[in-house]
Antibody
Framework: EVQLVESGGGLVQPGGSLRLSCVASGFAVTNNYMSWVRQAPGKGPEWVST???????YYADSVKGRFTTSRDNSKNALYLQMNSVRADDTAVYYCARKRGDHHWCFDLWGRGTLVTVSS | EKVMTQSPATLSVSPGERATLSCRASQSVGGNLAWYQQKLGQAPRLLIYGASTRATGIPARFSGSGSGTEFTLTISSLESEDSAVYYCQQYNDWPPVTFGGGTKVEIK
């Protein structure tokens, strides 16, 4: 079955760190453009980062310098390292796959993992 | 960064009736627009891309139209399972892609 499964969310204090994981099944992460998209409570989704199949990664200005994405090809997994977190980073974090053509939209999403930043 | 504005915020429609949702871009995005459906507690699901092309497995009652700055998602005959929040997303200006704030469709 083709799916994405996120994990690693939880409660973290402001200024702290957290690492999210996304494990893919049924396709290779390395052959696709993989993204993190977050959604704060009651808000629309917000793009966070995209990692190209080449490994190049682009970040939203709101997380640049604080968040880092990496991959583990042997585990077919994508990770989001979140450092210096702030209250406005509170959201459900989704792993998503971009369509395999020139349309920059997301045809596969995980169920998400909730990150709460609070003291 | 292009801002996407959706209207109305909430739409209440009876089963079998037509639902029309709007999405406006702050600048032209050409035909580079997608629509998603998000049911309570679930991830978004891609409905439409390229402004008017249905994604795999999406019922024909969902249709998209528009270009430039004005877009519409139409549900031709609403079913109870269509109760959800619908989001538009532009991808003309990458990065970033940006999403609208959503329209909640309620069943009367």
């Amino acid at each position: 079955e083709v799916q994405l499964v996120e994990s690693g969310g939880g409660l973290v204090q402001p200024g702290g760190s957290l690492r999210l994981s996304c494990v893919a099944s049924g396709f290779a992460v390395t052959n696709n453009y993989m993204s993190w998209v977050r959604q704060a409570p009651g808000k629309g989704p917000e793009w966070v980062s995209t990692t190209y199949s080449s490994g190049d990664t682009y970040y939203a200005d709101s997380v640049k310098g604080r968040f880092t994405t990496s991959r583990d090809n042997s585990k077919n997994a994508l990770y989001l390292q979140m450092n210096s977190v702030r209250a406005d980073d509170t959201a459900v974090y989704y792993c998503a796959r971009k369509r395999g053509d020139h349309h920059w939209c997301f045809d596969l999403w995980g169920r998400g993992t909730l990150v709460t930043v609070s003291s | 960064e292009k801002v996407m504005t959706q209207s109305p915020a909430t739409l209440s429609v009876s089963p079998g009736e037509r639902a029309t949702l709007s999405c406006r871009a702050s600048q032209s995005v050409g035909g580079n627009l997608a629509w998603y459906q998000q049911k309570l507690g679930q991830a978004p699901r891609l409905l439409i891309y390229g402004a008017s092309t249905r994604a795999t497995g999406i019922p024909a009652r969902f249709s998209g139209s528009g270009s430039g700055t004005e877009f519409t998602l139409t549900i031709s005959s609403l079913e109870s399972e269509d109760s959800a929040v619908y989001y538009c997303q532009q991808y003309n200006d990458w990065p970033p892609v940006t999403f609208g704030g959503g329209t909640k469709v309620e069943i009367k």
